[in-house]
């Protein structure tokens, strides 16, 4: 399959609104619901995978494994968070390339200090601008395809330095080559419309579910000068209240078959994570002794 290329969309005008995927239950899900690009997002993979906070606990080692995993499972092209590049010049330009050979079409990179946080909550420490600067230029030298990898630069400054000093910072990191910039955890809808008007680059927007930045639909972020936008909390917090609601009334009820608890249905389910080849591969290969009395 050729995935979309997201440096042609965003050429040609087109908004990209990419939901975050936190597992490859979420991917294959995405699949059949149809998408173009989506958000490998380093909270909610992180939460999903090892039930850490997103705060630099998970390794490179680690994070790669899991966006390797997603971009082989998904149809859609993927935008990924690489947090810091995960140490100093070096370790950008190994995370780059890491990421590159894992089939991303994007790759994050922030202006916090290794270990990061969440950019919606409290205690961000950042680097120093020139830092964050030639972090930029290594990940764009990196590159072995720099027609199809693009560099999003993402810049934590808002709440210590306020919108002035974040937009002075995104601009920094176009200069030295970002394809996409941005601004996290802008505070109001006038600070999102004023980026829009004096970013060049195009824009990305972080709607965050729960988090500083007023949540906006597709159509309005476009009118606001943005290019693209990730909803990464979508999928996680959805899963999350589906998964509370159905242990709850689990817990009350003593059973599954209950209406309160709606259920994906399972034939549905084991088509979308693969079985039906599984089963035209039993068919064609298994001894008749060893063919499955069921195909669920």
Same mark, same amino acid.
């Given at each position: 399959m050729v995935k979309r290329s997201l440096r042609t969309a965003l050429e040609a005008d087109e908004f990209i609104a990419a939901p975050g995927i936190q597992d490859m239950i979420t991917a294959v899900i995405s699949n059949d619901v149809g998408f173009d690009f989506v958000y490998a997002t380093g909270y909610w993979l992180? @939460?999903?995978?090892?039930?850490?906070?997103? @705060?630099?606990?998970a390794t490179y080692s680690q994070m790669l494994d899991r966006v390797t995993t997603l971009t082989r499972t998904v149809n859609a092209s993927v935008i990924a968070d690489a947090d810091t590049g995960y140490g100093g010049l070096l370790n950008v330009h190994h995370t780059v390339r890491g990421y590159e050979e894992a089939g991303v079409s994007a790759i994050q990179i922030e202006d916090q200090e290794f270990p990061k946080k969440c950019g919606h909550t409290p205690f961000k420490r950042l680097v120093p601008m020139i830092d964050m600067v030639e972090k930029i230029k290594v990940a764009c030298e990196a590159r072995r395809n720099p027609r199809e990898t693009l560099i999003v630069a993402r810049t934590d400054v808002r709440q210590s330095e306020g919108y002035e000093g974040a937009l002075r910072r995104g601009l920094a990191y176009g200069e030295a080559g970002a394809d996409i910039i941005f601004l996290e955890a802008l505070e109001s809808e006038e600070e999102m419309r004023m980026a829009g008007r004096q970013v060049t680059k195009p824009l990305m927007a972080n709607m965050a579910d729960g988090g500083k930045t007023p949540i906006r639909s597709a159509d309005e972020l476009k009118a606001l000068g943005h290019s693209l936008a990730i909803y990464p909390s979508l999928t996680g917090l959805a899963a999350a209240q589906a998964a509370h609601n159905a242990l709850s009334e689990f817990k009350r009820l003593g059973t599954s078959d209950a209406p309160s608890i709606p259920l994906f249905p399972f034939k549905a389910f084991?088509?979308?994570?693969?079985?039906?080849e599984v089963w035209a591969f039993e068919r064609r290969w298994a001894r008749d002794a060893q063919r499955p009395e069921s195909e669920g």
């Open positions: 992180t @939460a999903s995978a090892y039930g850490l906070p997103d @705060a630099g606990i084991n088509r979308l994570i693969g079985f039906e």
